[in-house]
């Protein structure tokens, strides 16, 4: 996500504002919260990307989510959310 609002040239807070939302809430998102698929898709349209969800097979490189509020996603291979 954090490539996506770069890419799209928007700061925390301009993306916050394009979604309704504070710039707090998308520091949340990119520190490893899972938001909901209703805020995926909006921050898919205001970075101009393409929201796409998957899942693998059991043995695929991904098993496990990041828990909310944990660093774990650092250590994901990247991007653990498919070019949001």
């Given at each position: 996500?954090?490539?996506?609002?770069?890419?799209?040239?928007?700061?925390?807070?301009?993306?916050?504002?394009?979604?309704?939302?504070?710039?707090?809430?998308?520091?949340?998102?990119?520190?490893?919260?899972?938001?909901?698929?209703?805020?995926?898709?909006?921050?898919?349209?205001?970075?101009?990307?393409?929201?796409?969800?998957?899942?693998?097979?059991?043995?695929?490189?991904?098993?496990?989510?990041?828990?909310?509020?944990?660093?774990?996603?650092k250590n994901l291979?990247?991007?653990?959310?498919?070019?949001?």
């Open positions: 996500m954090i490539e996506a609002r770069v890419r799209a040239g928007l700061s925390q807070a301009a993306l916050a504002k394009k979604i309704g939302t504070k710039q707090p809430a998308i520091a949340r998102i990119e520190g490893g919260k899972l938001p909901s698929t209703a805020t995926l898709q909006r921050i898919a349209k205001a970075t101009g990307s393409r929201l796409r969800i998957a899942f693998g097979s059991a043995g695929a490189e991904r098993t496990a989510w990041p828990r909310f509020g944990s660093t774990q996603h291979p990247r991007p653990w959310f498919d070019e949001i």
